[in-house]
Protein backbone atom coordinates (compact mmCIF):
# COMPACT_ATOMS: atom_id res chain seq x y z
CA UNK A 1 0.00 0.00 0.00
CA UNK A 2 2.80 2.65 -0.92
CA UNK A 3 1.76 6.36 -0.84
CA UNK A 4 -0.71 6.09 1.68
CA UNK A 5 -0.76 6.99 5.46
CA UNK A 6 -2.23 4.22 7.18
CA UNK A 7 -4.45 4.58 9.71
CA UNK A 8 -3.12 2.36 12.53
CA UNK A 9 -4.54 1.31 16.07
CA UNK A 10 -2.80 0.97 18.91
CA UNK A 11 -4.44 -1.02 21.66
CA UNK A 12 -2.29 -0.23 24.69
CA UNK A 13 0.33 2.41 25.70
CA UNK A 14 3.34 2.36 24.54
CA UNK A 15 7.17 3.53 25.31
CA UNK A 16 6.63 7.32 24.42
CA UNK A 17 9.19 7.14 21.84
CA UNK A 18 7.51 4.01 19.94
CA UNK A 19 4.31 6.72 20.30
CA UNK A 20 5.31 9.50 19.01
CA UNK A 21 7.27 7.41 15.88
CA UNK A 22 3.67 5.70 15.04
CA UNK A 23 2.00 9.54 15.01
CA UNK A 24 4.80 10.98 12.85
CA UNK A 25 4.81 8.31 10.21
CA UNK A 26 0.95 6.78 9.84
CA UNK A 27 -2.36 8.16 10.91
CA UNK A 28 -2.22 6.56 14.46
CA UNK A 29 -4.84 5.93 17.31
CA UNK A 30 -3.28 6.19 20.58
CA UNK A 31 -4.96 5.18 23.84
CA UNK A 32 -4.82 7.97 26.93
CA UNK A 33 -4.72 5.23 29.64
CA UNK A 34 -3.36 2.28 30.22
CA UNK A 35 -6.45 0.03 30.56
CA UNK A 36 -7.19 -3.41 27.96
CA UNK A 37 -9.67 -2.36 25.23
CA UNK A 38 -12.70 -3.78 25.52
CA UNK A 39 -14.26 -5.93 23.31
CA UNK A 40 -16.33 -3.83 21.78
CA UNK A 41 -13.74 -1.27 21.22
CA UNK A 42 -11.54 -4.00 19.70
CA UNK A 43 -14.72 -4.53 17.23
CA UNK A 44 -14.12 -0.93 16.03
CA UNK A 45 -10.42 -0.83 15.57
CA UNK A 46 -10.55 -3.98 13.15
CA UNK A 47 -13.32 -2.42 11.16
CA UNK A 48 -11.91 0.92 11.22
CA UNK A 49 -8.05 0.73 10.83
CA UNK A 50 -5.25 -0.78 8.46
CA UNK A 51 -3.12 -1.70 10.89
CA UNK A 52 -4.18 -3.17 14.44
CA UNK A 53 -1.32 -2.51 17.03
CA UNK A 54 -2.82 -5.17 19.65
CA UNK A 55 -0.44 -6.85 22.60
CA UNK A 56 -1.13 -10.10 24.20
CA UNK A 57 -4.01 -8.97 26.68
CA UNK A 58 -6.01 -8.42 23.60
CA UNK A 59 -8.03 -11.46 22.24
CA UNK A 60 -7.93 -11.51 18.48
CA UNK A 61 -10.50 -14.21 17.96
CA UNK A 62 -12.15 -15.72 15.01
CA UNK A 63 -15.23 -13.67 16.29
CA UNK A 64 -13.43 -10.40 16.06
CA UNK A 65 -12.15 -10.88 12.71
CA UNK A 66 -15.00 -11.85 11.62
CA UNK A 67 -15.97 -8.37 12.26
CA UNK A 68 -13.01 -6.66 10.53
CA UNK A 69 -13.33 -4.29 7.84
CA UNK A 70 -11.84 -4.01 4.40
CA UNK A 71 -9.47 -1.65 5.25
CA UNK A 72 -7.86 -3.94 7.88
CA UNK A 73 -4.25 -5.46 6.33
CA UNK A 74 -2.18 -5.77 8.91
CA UNK A 75 -1.89 -7.32 12.23
CA UNK A 76 1.68 -5.56 13.87
CA UNK A 77 1.48 -7.35 17.18
CA UNK A 78 3.52 -5.68 19.89
CA UNK A 79 5.20 -9.01 21.32
CA UNK A 80 6.84 -12.04 19.92
CA UNK A 81 4.01 -14.23 21.33
CA UNK A 82 1.08 -14.80 18.87
CA UNK A 83 -1.21 -17.43 20.98
CA UNK A 84 -3.71 -14.51 21.42
CA UNK A 85 -4.19 -14.23 17.77
CA UNK A 86 -6.19 -17.01 15.16
CA UNK A 87 -3.41 -15.88 12.78
CA UNK A 88 -5.03 -19.11 10.09
CA UNK A 89 -8.26 -16.95 10.09
CA UNK A 90 -6.25 -13.94 9.60
CA UNK A 91 -4.48 -15.53 6.88
CA UNK A 92 -7.67 -16.41 5.28
CA UNK A 93 -9.04 -13.42 5.58
CA UNK A 94 -5.95 -11.80 3.28
CA UNK A 95 -4.75 -10.14 6.83
CA UNK A 96 -0.91 -10.60 7.47
CA UNK A 97 0.52 -11.07 11.14
CA UNK A 98 3.50 -9.75 12.17
CA UNK A 99 5.27 -9.94 15.93
CA UNK A 100 8.62 -8.80 17.69
CA UNK A 101 11.04 -11.64 18.11
CA UNK A 102 13.76 -12.00 19.63
CA UNK A 103 13.90 -8.27 20.96
CA UNK A 104 13.41 -9.52 24.43
CA UNK A 105 15.15 -12.45 24.47
CA UNK A 106 17.88 -11.40 26.61
CA UNK A 107 16.05 -10.13 29.26
CA UNK A 108 13.83 -12.55 29.80
CA UNK A 109 17.30 -14.85 30.21
CA UNK A 110 18.23 -12.51 32.62
CA UNK A 111 15.02 -12.96 34.27
CA UNK A 112 14.87 -17.06 34.25
CA UNK A 113 18.09 -17.10 35.86
CA UNK A 114 16.49 -14.32 38.45
CA UNK A 115 14.09 -17.14 39.15
CA UNK A 116 16.14 -19.82 39.70
CA UNK A 117 18.32 -18.24 42.33
CA UNK A 118 15.49 -16.72 44.02
CA UNK A 119 14.07 -20.27 44.49
CA UNK A 120 17.02 -21.79 45.26
CA UNK A 121 18.59 -19.37 46.83
CA UNK A 122 15.30 -18.93 49.01
CA UNK A 123 15.84 -14.48 48.10
CA UNK A 124 12.57 -13.95 48.91
CA UNK A 125 12.39 -15.50 52.52
CA UNK A 126 15.25 -13.67 53.03
CA UNK A 127 13.48 -10.41 52.16
CA UNK A 128 10.45 -11.18 54.77
CA UNK A 129 12.58 -11.88 57.48
CA UNK A 130 14.10 -8.28 56.68
CA UNK A 131 11.35 -6.57 56.02
CA UNK A 132 9.54 -7.76 59.00
CA UNK A 133 11.78 -6.76 61.31
CA UNK A 134 12.34 -10.14 62.76
CA UNK A 135 16.00 -11.24 62.13
CA UNK A 136 17.97 -11.98 65.03
CA UNK A 137 21.28 -11.86 63.28
CA UNK A 138 23.35 -14.78 60.92
CA UNK A 139 23.08 -18.56 62.03
CA UNK A 140 25.18 -21.78 60.86
CA UNK A 141 21.46 -23.87 59.76
CA UNK A 142 19.51 -20.43 58.72
CA UNK A 143 17.56 -19.89 55.46
CA UNK A 144 19.97 -22.60 53.68
CA UNK A 145 19.43 -22.83 50.11
CA UNK A 146 20.97 -25.06 47.43
CA UNK A 147 24.00 -24.46 45.01
CA UNK A 148 23.26 -24.31 41.42
CA UNK A 149 27.08 -25.07 40.12
CA UNK A 150 26.88 -28.13 38.99
CA UNK A 151 23.39 -28.61 38.99
CA UNK A 152 21.19 -30.07 35.72
CA UNK A 153 19.54 -27.58 33.68
CA UNK A 154 16.77 -28.91 31.40
CA UNK A 155 15.72 -26.27 29.11
CA UNK A 156 12.27 -27.25 27.58
CA UNK A 157 12.52 -25.09 23.82
CA UNK A 158 15.55 -23.95 22.66
CA UNK A 159 14.88 -20.59 20.19
CA UNK A 160 16.43 -17.52 21.52
CA UNK A 161 15.31 -17.52 24.79
CA UNK A 162 16.33 -21.01 25.48
CA UNK A 163 19.75 -20.04 23.65
CA UNK A 164 20.03 -17.13 25.95
CA UNK A 165 19.50 -18.84 29.23
CA UNK A 166 22.02 -21.49 28.41
CA UNK A 167 24.66 -19.20 28.17
CA UNK A 168 23.60 -17.62 31.52
CA UNK A 169 23.49 -21.38 33.03
CA UNK A 170 26.91 -21.92 31.86
CA UNK A 171 28.11 -19.04 33.35
CA UNK A 172 26.83 -20.36 36.70
CA UNK A 173 28.43 -23.55 36.42
CA UNK A 174 25.49 -25.66 35.47
CA UNK A 175 25.37 -28.33 33.13
CA UNK A 176 22.97 -27.46 30.29
CA UNK A 177 20.60 -30.05 28.74
CA UNK A 178 17.50 -29.78 26.26
CA UNK A 179 14.72 -30.99 24.39
CA UNK A 180 12.91 -28.89 21.62
CA UNK A 181 11.01 -29.88 18.34
CA UNK A 182 14.52 -30.40 16.83
CA UNK A 183 18.16 -30.30 17.98
CA UNK A 184 20.21 -27.31 17.48
CA UNK A 185 22.92 -26.32 15.26
CA UNK A 186 25.72 -28.14 15.89
CA UNK A 187 27.92 -24.94 16.35
CA UNK A 188 25.32 -23.78 18.53
CA UNK A 189 25.08 -27.14 20.98
CA UNK A 190 28.70 -27.46 21.14
CA UNK A 191 29.02 -23.51 21.95
CA UNK A 192 26.60 -24.22 25.31
CA UNK A 193 27.99 -27.92 25.82
CA UNK A 194 24.45 -28.63 25.51
CA UNK A 195 22.98 -32.18 25.74
CA UNK A 196 19.72 -32.66 23.59
CA UNK A 197 16.94 -35.16 25.18
CA UNK A 198 14.62 -36.22 22.35
CA UNK A 199 12.24 -37.86 25.18
CA UNK A 200 10.87 -34.96 27.52
CA UNK A 201 10.46 -37.42 29.72
CA UNK A 202 13.65 -38.72 30.39
CA UNK A 203 14.94 -35.44 30.51
CA UNK A 204 12.80 -33.64 33.04
CA UNK A 205 13.39 -36.91 35.43
CA UNK A 206 17.07 -36.60 35.22
CA UNK A 207 16.94 -32.75 35.92
CA UNK A 208 17.67 -30.27 39.00
CA UNK A 209 15.78 -26.97 37.55
CA UNK A 210 13.50 -27.10 34.43
CA UNK A 211 12.96 -23.87 32.24
CA UNK A 212 9.97 -23.45 30.35
CA UNK A 213 11.51 -21.13 27.62
CA UNK A 214 8.74 -22.25 24.83
CA UNK A 215 5.98 -21.13 23.24
CA UNK A 216 1.79 -21.63 23.94
CA UNK A 217 0.67 -23.44 21.26
CA UNK A 218 -1.93 -26.08 20.79
CA UNK A 219 0.89 -28.72 20.75
CA UNK A 220 2.37 -27.33 23.94
CA UNK A 221 -0.60 -26.65 25.71
CA UNK A 222 -0.35 -28.52 29.51
CA UNK A 223 2.98 -30.07 28.19
CA UNK A 224 4.16 -30.12 31.45
CA UNK A 225 1.27 -32.22 32.94
CA UNK A 226 0.15 -33.99 35.84
CA UNK A 227 1.94 -36.66 34.61
CA UNK A 228 4.98 -35.38 33.54
CA UNK A 229 5.11 -32.74 36.66
CA UNK A 230 5.56 -36.59 38.70
CA UNK A 231 8.20 -37.24 36.83
CA UNK A 232 10.57 -34.68 38.24
CA UNK A 233 12.83 -35.72 41.01
CA UNK A 234 11.34 -34.14 43.76
CA UNK A 235 14.27 -31.51 45.29
CA UNK A 236 13.72 -30.46 41.85
CA UNK A 237 12.43 -26.70 40.74
CA UNK A 238 10.62 -25.89 38.02
CA UNK A 239 10.70 -22.03 36.43
CA UNK A 240 8.00 -20.39 33.52
CA UNK A 241 9.03 -17.08 31.72
CA UNK A 242 7.46 -18.17 28.73
CA UNK A 243 3.96 -18.44 28.35
CA UNK A 244 1.56 -19.73 31.67
CA UNK A 245 -0.94 -22.27 29.66
CA UNK A 246 2.57 -24.61 29.40
CA UNK A 247 2.05 -26.25 32.98
CA UNK A 248 -1.07 -27.26 34.37
CA UNK A 249 -1.23 -24.29 36.95
CA UNK A 250 -3.39 -26.86 39.40
CA UNK A 251 -1.47 -30.10 39.05
CA UNK A 252 1.88 -27.68 40.17
CA UNK A 253 0.13 -26.31 42.86
CA UNK A 254 -1.19 -29.90 44.43
CA UNK A 255 2.33 -31.15 43.82
CA UNK A 256 4.32 -28.10 45.49
CA UNK A 257 1.54 -27.78 48.42
CA UNK A 258 2.33 -31.77 49.14
CA UNK A 259 6.29 -31.39 49.40
CA UNK A 260 6.67 -33.73 46.06
CA UNK A 261 8.65 -30.43 44.46
CA UNK A 262 11.20 -28.30 45.70
CA UNK A 263 9.66 -25.26 44.68
CA UNK A 264 8.88 -23.17 41.38
CA UNK A 265 9.36 -19.57 39.63
CA UNK A 266 6.29 -18.39 38.09
CA UNK A 267 6.64 -15.03 35.49
CA UNK A 268 3.52 -16.06 33.67
CA UNK A 269 -0.01 -18.58 34.91
CA UNK A 270 -1.99 -20.19 32.84
CA UNK A 271 -5.46 -18.19 33.62
CA UNK A 272 -3.75 -14.33 33.21
CA UNK A 273 -4.21 -12.84 36.30
CA UNK A 274 -6.26 -14.81 38.13
CA UNK A 275 -3.79 -16.86 39.66
CA UNK A 276 -4.70 -19.95 41.73
CA UNK A 277 -4.59 -18.35 45.36
CA UNK A 278 -3.12 -21.55 47.04
CA UNK A 279 0.31 -20.64 45.13
CA UNK A 280 -0.08 -17.34 47.16
CA UNK A 281 0.70 -18.76 50.41
CA UNK A 282 3.73 -20.69 49.68
CA UNK A 283 6.96 -19.82 50.57
CA UNK A 284 8.88 -22.03 48.16
CA UNK A 285 7.11 -20.27 45.73
CA UNK A 286 8.19 -17.10 43.61
CA UNK A 287 5.64 -15.21 41.59
CA UNK A 288 6.26 -11.76 39.69
CA UNK A 289 3.66 -10.16 37.14
CA UNK A 290 5.20 -11.03 33.67
CA UNK A 291 8.12 -9.26 34.40
CA UNK A 292 10.19 -11.31 31.39
CA UNK A 293 10.54 -8.31 28.75
CA UNK A 294 10.24 -5.52 31.37
CA UNK A 295 13.27 -3.53 30.60
CA UNK A 296 13.49 -0.19 29.10
CA UNK A 297 15.49 -1.67 26.25
CA UNK A 298 14.29 -4.13 25.72
CA UNK A 299 10.19 -2.63 25.05
CA UNK A 300 11.88 0.22 23.41
CA UNK A 301 13.69 -2.59 20.99
CA UNK A 302 10.34 -4.21 20.59
CA UNK A 303 8.55 -0.88 19.40
CA UNK A 304 10.95 -0.54 16.87
CA UNK A 305 9.93 -3.86 15.18
CA UNK A 306 6.58 -3.33 15.60
CA UNK A 307 7.38 -0.01 13.35
CA UNK A 308 10.08 -1.55 10.56
CA UNK A 309 6.96 -4.13 9.96
CA UNK A 310 4.21 -1.68 9.60
CA UNK A 311 7.09 0.71 7.44
CA UNK A 312 8.36 -2.10 5.31
CA UNK A 313 4.10 -2.95 4.67
CA UNK A 314 2.96 0.49 3.97
CA UNK A 315 6.19 0.71 1.08
CA UNK A 316 4.46 -2.28 -0.43
CA UNK A 317 6.56 -5.35 0.85
CA UNK A 318 6.12 -8.34 3.01
CA UNK A 319 6.80 -7.30 7.26
CA UNK A 320 10.22 -8.93 8.18
CA UNK A 321 8.70 -10.74 11.49
CA UNK A 322 5.07 -11.92 9.25
CA UNK A 323 3.86 -14.36 10.91
CA UNK A 324 2.28 -17.54 9.00
CA UNK A 325 0.59 -20.91 10.21
CA UNK A 326 3.38 -23.14 9.66
CA UNK A 327 6.02 -21.23 11.81
CA UNK A 328 3.35 -22.29 14.97
Partial sequence: ????????????????????????LFDASLRSDDIPMTREELVDAVKTADVLVPTLTDRIDAGLLGQAGEKLKLIANYGA?????????????????????????????????ALILAVTRRIPEGLAV????????????????????????????????????ARRARAFGMQVHYHNRKKV???????????????????????????????????????????????????????NTSRGEVIDENALTRMLRAGELAGAGLDVFEHGIQINPRLRELNNVVLLPHMGSATREGRSEMGEKVLLNIKTFADGHRPPDQVVPGML
Fill in 1 to 24: MPNQKLSVVVTRRLPEHVETRISE
Fill in 81 to 113: GVDHIDVHTARQRGILVSNTPGAAAEDTADMTM
Fill in 130 to 165: MQSGDWQGWSPTALMGGRISGRRLGILGMGRIGQAV
Fill in 185 to 239: HEGISDELEATYWESLDQMIARMDVVSINCPHTPSTYHLMNARRLKLMKPDAVIV
